[in-house]
Structures are given as C-alpha cells and as structure tokens.
C-alpha cells in the first residue's frame, strides 16, 4: 500500500452516546485459545479466527489457535487479547466477532457514523517485521473503509482507508499520523488508547489518539461496513528492496467498542467514562423464554426482537425494571437479533430460537 501525507486537524468533538454494536472487554473469557477452529468457519463464544501460513513456497510455519489467546495482563485490563503473527515470510491472522453485518442493518436510524475505539499494546521494537492492524471491510473484503495499521518492528502506527485523489489512483491506503507527513512513533511498552471512524453518508474517515487526530475523504461513501477485523500481516516486502520476515510478533489488544453514531464521538470524554454494562442473555439458544439482565441492576426500558432482515417481530415496552423475561415460543427457529434499550444507552445481541 502507497504512503500518502496526512495534514493533522486538532480538536476533541464532545457528542452524545452512540450506540453500541460490539463491547468486548474479554474478561468473560478463559485464559488459553480463543477458539478450536482457526479457518474462519466456525466461531467459539461467537468470535472467528482466521490463521494461514500462505501459500507455497513460504518459509512460515506456525498457523494454529494459539495465534489467538486470552492472557492475564494487569489490575487495569485483566485479561486481553494475544495475537502472535506469522513467523515467516507469508501468512496473516485474522479475528473478528460473529454477527456484526446483521447489527450494523439494525442500528438506529441516522447513526451512518461507524466508531471503532480499542486500548493496544505498544510493547518493544524487535526483530520480526509482523504488521498488527485493524481493519473495517466491506462485504467484498476487498475494501478496507477505515482502520490502523502498526508495525511491531519500529512501533510506528499508520492510518487505513480506501482512498483515491488526483494523484493517487482508488485503492487501500496507509496514512502519515505525526505532522508534516512524518511517522508516528508510538512510546514502547505502553496501553494507548486509539479510535477511528467511517462516515457512510460523507465517506469521511478520522483516526485519534495521543498526540494525533487526523481524517480524509475516503473514496467508498454509501459503502456498507461488513466486518470489523483485527490482522496481522508478516510484514515482508516483495518489491526491491525485498525484505522477508523471519520472526513471530505477539501483541496485546483490549476493551474493542464498535459503535453507531449520528454525530462524532471518537474518544469523546464522555465515551471513555461511560460505564459499559454487561447485560446477560440466557439460556441461548431458547425455546420458551429469553432471561435479559445484568449485575449493575441498570434499568431497561425497550426491548427489540427482529429477524436478520430487520424486520420488528417484537416490540417489549418494559416498566424499567433490571431483569425482563422475553417470550419467544411463538418464532420460527432461526437467528434473531435483539436490541436492549437501557438507561445508560443500547446494546444488540443475536439470539437463537431452538
């Protein structure tokens, strides 16, 4: 991907809540492999992973689960997501949640804003050459609508999008983040927290952190986001001077928020102080009743069941009370989707009806 210049544009947009898609602190999960199947084709705790070594001839040989774990960090971030990357010259890693298209079909009307915010793990330059990015796709997967890019070797992290100009021709793109179309260079061994975004409507695409805040027009307005994918690349360069890498990087991801908005709240400070309610959805699968509450005792007002199509099957206009039970012996057996609207904002989880 070609290096352009990116002038960086400074303020911090203060909004209201947006809504959210995805909320993953990975504290529910268990210490050890994410999932038992690394080809992408079938999830565990709806979450995908995605290992390949590359195709032939290729000196990498280390695709399997454990590119993808849950490890123990610190008091702050308890446990996290380790992602270890190829350790040779081709192959990537791929992980993303299940679900996401059909949440992004039934977000509230006029939230054309996709907000994506993550805490990443700088760690220290070393050999290997792996890239860890994030990267939001459309359906083809073919378009990279926004996201980052962050070189384990040098620590340096780059802006993503899909991007065309007068002199660049339509394609994925890596941006500039530090003024005066320089790199920016993350300080090692560190939690940042850092947060892009994607407007459907404009194609606009913003990306801030600690000591950036940039955007461009993006070249895919009216573009539907289809998965929100953390990757990792080995890093290698094919065109001379042809570097190969030799090594495995691991690096450490935590508290990924997916969110709807109608207006900018990119690392807004009322975002991050938010609380993040964990709401319980059980049993899932179902064949009666659907139990929804959560340990805080937060107050739901509305709940919404509608089939993938968005469609509103259900309409459950609560008391705001904290547990609600959720009738569902008369649906079809399939997938459903069910939005949560609560006092401290509105969440969406798929259902199974048995």
Request: hydrophobic share 35%; net charge neutral.
């Amino acid at each position: 991907m070609k290096k352009l210049l990116l002038i960086p544009m400074f303020g911090l947009s203060l909004a209201v809540h947006g809504q959210n898609l995805i909320d993953e602190n990975f504290n529910s999960l268990n210490i050890g492999n994410v999932g038992t199947d690394y080809t992408g084709a079938t999830p565990t705790n709806n979450i995908f992973t995605q290992a390949s070594n590359g195709t032939a001839p290729t000196t990498a040989t280390n695709a399997g689960n454990d590119n993808f774990q849950i490890v123990a960090n610190d008091a702050t971030h308890l446990n996290v997501l380790q992602i270890t990357g190829t350790n040779g010259d081709k192959g990537s890693r791929q992980l993303w949640m299940d679900g996401f298209a059909d949440q992004w079909t039934f977000r509230d009307a006029g939230n054309e804003i996709l907000e994506v915010e993550y805490d990443l793990y700088t760690g220290t330059t070393g050999t290997s050459r792996n890239l860890m990015g994030l990267y939001v796709m459309d359906a083809t997967k073919s378009k990279y609508l926004c996201g980052f890019v962050f070189n384990t070797n040098t620590l340096v992290l780059s802006g993503l999008a899909y991007y065309t100009s007068t002199t660049a021709p339509i394609g994925n793109y890596t941006f500039y983040l530090n003024t005066g179309g320089t790199n920016l260079v993350l300080t090692p061994n560190t939690w940042v927290r850092i947060g892009v975004s994607y407007n459907k409507t404009t194609g606009q695409v913003k990306w801030k952190g600690p000591g950036f805040n940039g955007q461009v027009t993006g070249a895919a307005p009216a573009t539907d986001p289809d998965r929100v994918s953390l990757v990792s690349t080995s890093g290698s360069v094919t065109t001379p001077t042809v570097i190969s890498n030799t090594a495995a990087a691991s690096t450490l991801f935590d508290n990924l928020i997916v969110r709807a908005s109608a207006t900018d709240t990119l690392l807004s400070n009322n975002q991050l102080n938010a609380p993040s309610v964990d709401f319980n959805v059980y049993p899932n699968p179902a064949s009666n009743f659907v139990i929804v509450n959560n340990a805080a005792q937060v107050n739901i007002s509305q709940i919404l069941v509608s089939d993938v199509n968005g469609r509103i099957i259900k309409d459950l206009k609560t008391q705001n009370i904290s547990e609600v039970s959720v009738d569902v012996t008369d649906l079809k057996t399939g997938v459903y989707l069910m939005k949560i609207i609560s006092e401290q904002g509105t969440l969406i989880r798929k259902i199974i009806k048995n």
